[in-house]
């Protein structure tokens, strides 16, 4: 991407800037959009793009606010320090950055930033929704918000194509939807990520599972159990799986498959795939499925897949049967029995004409837990289950349940109460877990013990 398009060459909003600045020290919201916007073009239209090309960003953004007051000197513009500041501070996001969305961006307690049209922008935050006061200037500006983030992963979105997702520099996950098929104006949702992956011992803390659970599912992805993690959207599932990545040896090679690559592996040995959408001639898309057939030829040790949810269901299974010992990926489902159910659906997917039993016992070979992570109607994030897949029993796959969260109420807050408890059930993968160094205490699976 060129300077000048980093810089926004096309800002929007332009209007002539009123001759009366900033009336009684506060300017209207009209205003204040089209002062910057006149800025932000007298910029462009004097800024040496070549000269600045080889600036480091800081420099850059220190040359921007000089001339930026030196433009509010000529504009004859009479503002007070906290005025200046936060027109200063504005354009060099809206040049640098994704203009009003930086101050989220910028924001480690914000988890999702939710944009309907240029008018509202919602957050959450601590796993409640938020209307916070920043808009933009219209669906114009929006617009070149989306386009300036899609650019930069080599995506494109206009009305032809428009759909995409895309991701941040920081891994943050982004999707797009414009009109014609947003009806009221360009819709924006960004899934943010902690600038450093989140522990187990972090997941404990913010009592998302017990200690307990933590040491096993750890225990699990060492001894290179296949794990399936399910869950409803916004649920922790990548979180999760992000956790458990982290218990693989650095010796061993991992293939990465997502659609967008939002996985902050931190193995010395990582080969990351992303898929690809079709062209604006339909062709050229690049799926997990293919990507996953073409990962079978790169001497993967694991694969891990970020989202199951089509064909690639079969072929993950067999890796899973055929060597490939250890893999992980995620499905949405609300029970551990409702994401069997779905992975069998999404066999028939694959179109394979496999008999039901068949597909029932790839499932019950390749999968040997499945760890169910729910977000709760206070909006926080728990493991509610954890349940190991024993087998066949006639024409069903068989679960036992290790451990659960037992929901008790809720408090006068609305914070849910309850514990996490083993059910007592000695899982039969201890044998294996022991042979392969990792082996765990009978009393880790003691069910008098419970962690709030």
Known sequence: MSLRERLGATPT????????????GAASTRVYQDTKSHI?????DRLDLGAMEGLAPDSLKEELRQMVERLLVEENLVLNTSERRSLVRDIQHEMLGFGPLEPLLADPSV????????KQVYVERRGRLELTEIAFSDDAHLMKIIDKIVSRVGRRVDESSPMVDARLADGSRVNAIIPPLAIDGPILSIRRFAADPLKASDLVEFKSMSPEMAQFIGA?????????????????????LNILSSCISASERIVTIEDAAELQLQQPHVVRLE?????IEGRGEVTQRSLLRNALRMRPDRIILGETRGGEALDMLQAMNTGHEGSMTTVHANTARDALARLESMIAMAGVDLPARAARAQVASAIGVIIQANRLSDGTRKLTSIQEVTGMEGETVSLQEIFT???TGLGTDGAVEGYFTATG???RCCERLATRGAELPASLFNPQ???V
């Open 13 to 24: 909003g332009f209007a002539p800037v009123p001759d009366s600045g900033f009336e009684d």
């Open 40 to 44: 932000h073009q007298v910029l462009l």
């Open 111 to 118: 988890s999702d930033i939710l944009v309907n049209t240029h």
């Open 220 to 240: 699990l992805a060492a001894a290179r159990m296949n794990i399936l993690i399910s869950g409803g959207t916004g649920s922790g599932k990548t979180t999760l």
């Open 275 to 279: 898929t690809r959408p079709p062209n």
């Open 405 to 407: 969260f037992k929901q």
């Open 425 to 427: 059930v000695r899982p």
């Open 449 to 451: 013990r419970r962690a």
